[in-house]
């Protein structure tokens, strides 16, 4: 288990290291989407970092948004 938490810690620091140290990634701050990221989604069909990534779907293929829960909606947990 040490060495599972030594890795993830370790790949942590390494993805950190790849932004840049005064901004951090621009999708995240911590936990919670960033402002661009929540406008990226607002606004952008499909975001991708390559178009060769849709290379994988057919011509036919729907994308849908993926769906977020509204503020006033609860989040429960079942027992």
Do not use: C
Not at 19 to 31: A, D, I, L
Request: proline residues 5%; positive net charge; without cysteine.
């Amino acid at each position: 288990m040490n060495s599972w938490l030594s890795e993830r810690e370790k790949l942590r620091n390494d993805l950190k290291s790849m932004f840049n140290p005064r901004f951090g990634s621009v999708f995240r701050t911590h936990q919670n989407p960033s402002y661009f990221s929540r406008r990226l989604s607002r606004f952008a069909d499909i975001y991708t970092s390559s178009i060769d990534n849709l290379l994988r779907y057919s011509l036919k293929h729907t994308f849908y948004p993926r769906r977020a829960a509204l503020p006033h909606e609860m989040f429960v947990t079942q027992k």
